[in-house]
């Protein structure tokens, strides 16, 4: 396989007390029976109050970087470490800690839940780990729309803004934790020119403050704005939306309640039953899925920990993705856009259906 991103010359030089230092990171992953090498031995040092830019073009591996950075998504070798805390070697509720301490995750296409104003959306991450009153993460939300400018637009959704608000919003969110770490995967790839400046002041005017800021691009244009470029190699295969296949018997555990989420499913065969395991020992189904629904997508998304369970009904054959092949997923789908995701990992909806997807169609037509 071809070896993808490549580390400065400078890597590993001078490492302060409180450095992001990436360390010959790799990570490989394993797809219709062949291993692609995605990350191969990247190494970079990141200082607080700077912006590094990953520079590379699409499946150059910047998203799975940064999910290994976040700690979402474990390398195959190498390490990740803040400070004096190996995030690569770290488990349980220290890797819950770090993920919704430390870091703050601006997705791509924004991810912000369409029935939510922009405020509300702020305020999520806080609301959904209870880390805070209602109250108080309503008004944590509303300086941060500030900040970013959007002090006229906290109670608009997300279909009544621009693109260049809606990711000023996602930036917003992202930082709503105060973060150490805001990591932001192609914050301009949305955007018109205009809209892509604005939003790349906005990052450069954020790392005053001490926090480092990593963010993916394959767009020139954010060059200029960084302290660091990591270039990521240009000399990889097509991206592919497609994930890998995983069988389960009936009655066996895909997922349990609490457990780290980094994975989004699609059904392709048989059925899923989502339910919660409840304080008295008890269980309170939720929802079953069929071939062509999916699930798991919140928790993958955002860095939360499975709000539910799930286990097969039956026979059940399952294809699982990377929150970012999920996402093109949807997006290849015909007439969906990309930026209104499902918003629970569960109980879910009615119209969490992959479009175009063929156990989607053959489940709908039903
Ligand atoms: P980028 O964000 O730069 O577009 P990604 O990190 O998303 O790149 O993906 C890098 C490569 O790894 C791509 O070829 C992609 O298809 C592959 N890949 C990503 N996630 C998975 C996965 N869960 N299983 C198999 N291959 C994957
Ligand atoms: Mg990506």
Not at 73 to 85: F, K, M, N
Not at 325 to 346: C, I, T
Request: with cysteine.
């Amino acid at each position: 396989m071809t070896t993808v991103a490549r580390p400065p010359d400078d890597a590993l030089a001078e490492i302060g007390p409180r450095d992001l230092v990436v360390h010959d990171l790799v990570k490989e992953y394993e797809s219709g029976g062949y291993r692609l090498r995605v990350l191969d031995e990247l190494s970079f040092v990141a200082q607080p109050g700077e912006l590094v830019v990953l520079l590379g073009p699409s499946g150059s591996g910047k998203t799975t970087l940064l999910s290994c950075i976040g700690g979402m998504l474990a390398p195959t070798s190498g390490s990740v470490s803040l400070g004096d805390r190996e995030i690569t070697s770290m488990k349980g509720t220290a890797l819950d800690e770090y993920r919704r301490t430390d870091v703050g995750f601006v997705f791509q296409g924004f991810n912000l839940l369409a029935s939510l104003t922009a405020r509300e959306n702020v305020a999520m991450p806080l609301l959904v780990t209870r880390s805070a009153s209602r109250a108080r993460a309503m008004a944590r939300a509303g300086e941060l729309l500030e900040l970013v400018g959007l002090a006229d637009r906290m109670d608009h959704r997300p279909a009544q803004m621009s693109g260049g608000q809606q990711q000023r919003v996602a930036v917003a969110r992202g930082l709503v934790t105060n973060p150490t770490l805001l990591l932001a995967d192609e914050p301009t790839a949305n955007l018109d020119h205009i809209q892509a400046q604005s939003v790349i002041r906005l990052l450069t005017e954020l790392r005053d403050d001490g926090r480092i800021i990593v963010v993916s691009s394959h767009d020139a244009r954010l060059m200029p704005a960084a302290d660091r470029v990591v270039q990521m190699a240009d000399d990889v295969d097509p991206i592919e939306a497609g994930g890998t296949d995983i069988a389960y018997a009936p009655g066996e555990v895909v997922f349990r309640q609490n457990d780290h989420a980094s994975l989004v499913f699609v059904i392709e065969a048989g059925r899923a039953e989502v339910y919660r395991e409840l304080a008295d020992g008890g269980e309170e189904q939720l929802a079953i899925l069929e071939p062509g629904q999916y699930f798991g997508e919140l928790g993958a998304m955002l860095g939360f920990p499975r709000s539910a369970s799930v286990r097969a009904v039956d026979e059940l054959r399952v294809t699982s993705h990377s929150p970012h092949g999920f996402r093109m997923l949807l997006e290849r789908g015909d007439g969906v856009g990309g930026d209104s995701p499902p918003n629970a990992d569960a109980p879910p909806t009615a119209d969490r259906r992959v479009p175009g997807h063929p156990g989607g169609d053959a489940a709908a037509s039903r």
